[in-house]
T-cell receptor, first 117, second 117 residues
Framework: AQKITQTQPGMFVQEKEAVTLDCTYD???????LFWYKQPSSGEMIFLIY??????QNATEGRYSLNFQKARKSANLVISASQLGDSAMYFC??????????????FGTGTRLQVTL | EAGVVQSPRYKIIEKKQPVAFWCNPI?????LYWYLQNLGQGPELLIR????????DSQLPKDRFSAERLKGVDSTLKIQPAELGDSAVYLC???????????????FGEGSRLTVL
């Protein structure tokens, strides 16, 4: 079974500062993918960044980077230069590669980020 | 290109009434997902389709929930009869197939928010 844990229900960050959202995971799959999604108040889930378990380098997408520490089973999201529009719920998710876990995202409970002036 | 379209956005019904949600995925996306998102929680998979075949419906409460994707394009999720505990957001998502980064991530609609009174 796969499990995602996000221990921060809410976070505050000042505009232009960097913030780290925590995510730890547990899986028995030897190969897996880790995702971060943003959910603004409009409701849709917006893909931000992906990290494969065998990727050698940490993923980056613009202001988003994923701090992947495989031995610690953590996949923290770092948002640099926060903007007011970053205020939203953020979900960490994972998928496996075998039947039953592939093509299926397991989500954490989310972290609500509030960017302040 | 149009994203994933869901309707209705909001639905209020009394308990024991039926309700149906519709989803039109992104053109060309073979895989379609229905997720349930309770308040303050991450989405949980209800059912996954590969074209017209339901390949993972292990989380779908089959006594009252049903889904169909007859022509492998749009899909309908039905609840009959609805219970108070069904109040939630029902998210539809689509993907090209699989969740490997090379084949693309999930694209979500804005969801259908159900309130059962």
């Amino acid at each position: 079974a796969q499990k995602i844990t996000q221990t921060q229900p809410g976070m505050f960050v000042q505009e232009k500062e960097a913030v780290t959202l925590d995510c730890t995971y547990d899986t028995s799959d030897p190969s897996y993918g880790l995702f971060w999604y943003k959910q603004p108040s409009s409701g849709e889930m917006i893909f931000l960044i992906y990290q494969g378990s065998y990727d050698q380098q940490n993923a980056t997408e613009g202001r988003y980077s994923l701090n992947f520490q495989k031995a610690r089973k953590s996949a923290n999201l770092v948002i640099s230069a926060s903007q007011l529009g970053d205020s939203a719920m953020y979900f960490c998710a994972m998928s496996g590669v075998y039947t039953g876990t592939a093509s299926k995202l397991t989500f954490g409970t989310g972290t609500r980020l509030q960017v302040t002036l | 290109e149009a994203g994933v379209v869901q309707s209705p956005r909001y639905k209020i019904i009394e308990k024991k009434q039926p309700v149906a949600f519709w989803c039109n995925p992104i053109s060309g996306h073979n895989t379609l997902y229905w997720y349930l998102q309770n308040l303050g929680q991450g989405p949980e998979l209800l059912i996954r389709y590969e074209n017209e075949e339901a390949v993972d419906d292990s989380q779908l409460p089959k006594d009252r929930f049903s889904a169909e994707r007859l022509k492998g394009v749009d899909s309908t999720l039905k609840i009959q009869p609805a219970e108070l505990g069904d109040s939630a957001v029902y998210l539809c998502a689509s993907s090209l197939g699989g969740l490997a980064r090379s084949t693309g991530e999930l694209f979500f609609g804005e969801g259908s928010r159900l309130t059962v009174l």
